[in-house]
């Protein structure tokens, strides 16, 4: 499973609104896509001051859910930590549970897991790794770039799984950092990556990040944009690389924030809003609490479809712009907060797969 330059890697949470997202993808897209799932944390509630499921319950349905909304296509398959030490029913490790019960489907799942983690998640990992024959992949910080020795540590991680680094993706995850001044940071960031040895040796090299901001609060009401930064700095890093160093693939963390905040919903009143993605920008249009006015999408959808600085693509693009599209003719209904998050990653994802086509030329 050698991936190229034109593969796009999703960072994603295995929520509804995330895990429609990738279901509604066209099969062209789809064929280009390699997601980073994570199973996320139980939501917790606030009004019993309880977490909502057991692990085995918030855990179980990913089976079945993963077989009908992404098939037999590759994926890597993380944890968040509160779900690697929690137990299934029996005290089976959750990656046990998930391995065993994808294999006989066929599907193609990787474990992902960080440099640093405990011995129970990796011997779960290593015997999922045995038994599928598909590998693994170590999940960096630019910390662990940074400090110790890199190129050992991955080595050591790769003789851990039984494995050789031909059979190991290297994922390296900024998260949200500040990307400018874009030549400057290039220039650390490959001085960095070059501690991790030859790049060449391992099966996949993956750089992550995301410019978009934890909360939209400071978002303007009305119109407004958020540069992307991660993809406008990973341009420069294309061509500040130097001649000969393996380049990383493209990744992102959708429009979703990768810090996992457990928000009481009794007391937060989402705004009604679109993060529409352009070529160099999420594009936003914000209005007010979107449960006391959920007719507020119908506007929204108009300006997207209307308003130049959206560069509006079309009904065709996407299941997201069709969508859009639908919303400001008033031929679908306002939905909920779920679906619009489903509507504006679809979009999103389509549009960077365009994105990387355009960059390195349609193969």
Sequence with gaps: MNLSKHTYVPAVRWRQGEYQALFRLTPAVKDRVMPLITIPPVEFDFELWQPKKSVHEHVHPFVARFTAKWGKRPAWIALDKTIADGRMNGNVHPFDYLFDGLRPNGNIAIPALPLEVDSDTIDAAARAAAADGQGAAVLLRLEDLMSGNPRKAIVSFASGFGIGLDELDVIVDLRARNFEP???????????????GNLYEVRNFVLLGTAIPDSFAEIAKGSDEIPRHDWLFFKELM????????????????????????????????????????????????????????????????????????????????????????????????????????VTINHHITTVVDDLATLFGTP
């Design 182 to 196: 874009y030549k400057v940071f290039a220039t650390a960031l490959t001085a960095a990556m070059k501690r991790l």
């Design 239 to 342: 061509t500040a690389m130097p001649v000969g160093m393996r380049r990383p693939i493209y990744g992102d963390h959708t429009i979703v924030h990768p810090e996992f905040k457990a928000l009481d919903m009794r007391k937060v009143k989402a705004a009604g809003k679109i993060v529409y993605t352009t070529p160099e920008t999420w594009a936003t249009r914000k209005g007010g609490a979107f449960r006391d006015n959920p007719a507020q999408m119908y506007a929204h959808c108009d300006e997207v479809v209307k308003d130049p600085a959206f560069a509006f693509r079309g009904a065709s693009f996407s299941y997201g712009d069709k969508y859009i599209a639908d919303c400001a003719a008033m031929a679908e209904s306002p939905s909920n907060l779920s679906r619009w998050k489903d």
